[in-house]
Nanobody
């Protein structure tokens, strides 16, 4: 059974940085397409970033392009989200997601991911 555990959330001032981590256990990490999503209070969960099995294909929602970087270390079974120049509107619970795949593509919709972490809170103060 796949388990995902996020870490790295916290409280940061506007303009600050955080790095989120997502560790996968239970299956070979390199077989999984990965993604980050977030949910702000009163809003629906939204896509943030996605990365392919090998790590050479990535994509981001427009609001985080140039500020956030998704990456993965298949040797450490871990995915990362480096978040720079944070804004109050980035405040949300951030979730990592995983989907087993035989291709090196990416996915943008939450229904394309089977496994989810418990979430980590990111709060950006103004």
């Amino acid at each position: 059974q796949v388990q995902l555990v996020e870490s790295g959330g916290g409280l940061v001032q506007t303009g600050g940085s955080l790095r989120l981590s997502c560790a996968l256990s239970g299956r070979p990490f390199s077989n999984y397409r990965m993604g980050w999503f977030r949910q702000a209070p009163g809003k629906e969960r939204e896509f943030v970033a996605t990365i392919s099995r090998s790590g050479d294909n990535t994509n981001y929602t427009d609001s985080v392009k140039g500020r956030f970087t998704i990456s993965r270390d298949n040797a450490k079974n871990t995915m990362y989200l480096q978040m720079n120049s944070l804004k109050p509107e980035d405040t949300a619970v951030y979730y990592c997601a995983a989907q087993f795949t035989g291709t090196n593509g990416v996915a943008f919709k939450d229904n394309e991911y089977r496994y989810w972490g418990q979430g980590t809170q990111v709060t950006v103060s103004s």
